[in-house]
Every structure is written in C-alpha cells, then in structure tokens.
C-alpha cells in the first residue's frame, strides 16, 4: 500500500509542482520576513517565477527562466549603471534584452527576461535610494538561484524513485 502510494506520488507532476512551490515560498518568506534590510519581495516573486508546473522538461524550463532572468537583471543594472533609468534607456534595454535572449536562444523566455528589467529599472514613486536596481537585481539573482536549486534537487530526489517504479524521467 505504502508502495502505491509512493509510486503515483512521484508520478505526480502537479504534486511534485505543488511541494516545489511550497519550498519555494517557505525559503521566500523566510528571506522576507527575516531579512528585512534589503527589498527581498523581488528574490520571493523570482523563486517562483523559476520553478517550472510543466510536466515535461521541467528541469530544462526552470534552467531557462533562470537565464532569462539572468539576462534581464544583467542588462537592467547594465543600464542603470551606464545611462541611469529614463523611459528611452528603458526602451533601450528592452530592446538589448531581446536581442540578448536571442544570441542566448532562449527567445521563448524573452518576456521573463523583460519583467526582470522592468523589476529591476522601473522605479519606485518616493523612493529617493539610488541604490534600489542594485539591490533589486542581486534581489532576482538570488531567487533566481534559489528557485533553480530547489528544482535541481528534487529532481535528483525524485529521479532515482521514477527509475525504481519504472516511470518516466524528465
């Protein structure tokens, strides 16, 4: 009994997803709630942007959503750094996103790369920090990071079960 249960647990992607997730948001709120010096939300949202619900190739699609938004937050604070954060070196940046995503060939996780610049560029109303994209952007890499290494270990988890009951591996 134990054994049949164990076995359509592993073959569950929505409950291999959902404990993904729960992981996730565990680590993000404990990051947010404890750390409370530096504007963590970003690292929290980035996790679970990264943790992949498709069922097929999962490991590969959070591999990407990493990069992407590697991508978007290198470029943002690229920008920030060298021109500042005006509406045209936004356009400009959103434009060097897309034509990075695509040297990368990770064109299908170009809007991810987007939302990270935005994140990262977009300023707040009545924050007077000139420090906040860096933050930001070291925000998204560490959730990015996170959410990376909680798909990565449980599909080192989760592989050798779906091996033992003869199930397929992504």
């Known amino acids: ?49 990264v943790i992949s619900p498709e069922e097929k190739d999962s490991k590969r699609l959070s591999i990407e959503r990493f990069k992407s938004n590697f991508v978007g937050s290198t470029v943002a604070l690229l920008c920030i750094l060298t021109y500042g954060d005006s509406f045209f070196v936004i356009m400009v940046g959103i434009v060097i996103t897309i034509l990075v995503c695509r040297l990368f060939n990770i064109m299908n996780m170009a809007r991810v790369a987007i939302v990270a610049l935005l994140v990262i560029m977009i300023p707040n109303h009545g924050a007077d920090l000139s420090y906040t994209p860096i933050l930001r ?6 959730g990015c990071l996170i959410g990376l290494l909680i798909v990565i270990s449980t599909s080192y988890l989760v592989r050798p079960l779906r091996k033992k009951y003869d199930l397929p591996i992504d």
């Not at 959902?18 to 690292?43: D, Q």
């Not at 952007?137 to 560490?142: C, K, L, Y």
Request: hydrophobic content about 55%.
């Open 137 to 142: 952007s070291v925000s998204v890499g560490i």
């Open 1 to 49: 009994m134990l054994d049949s249960f164990i076995k359509r647990s592993v073959a569950s992607h929505v409950l291999i997803y959902i404990i993904r997730c729960m992981i996730g948001f565990v680590i993000g709120y404990l990051l947010y709630t404890r750390v409370t010096e530096f504007e963590l939300f970003w690292s929290f949202l980035s996790i679970m942007l």
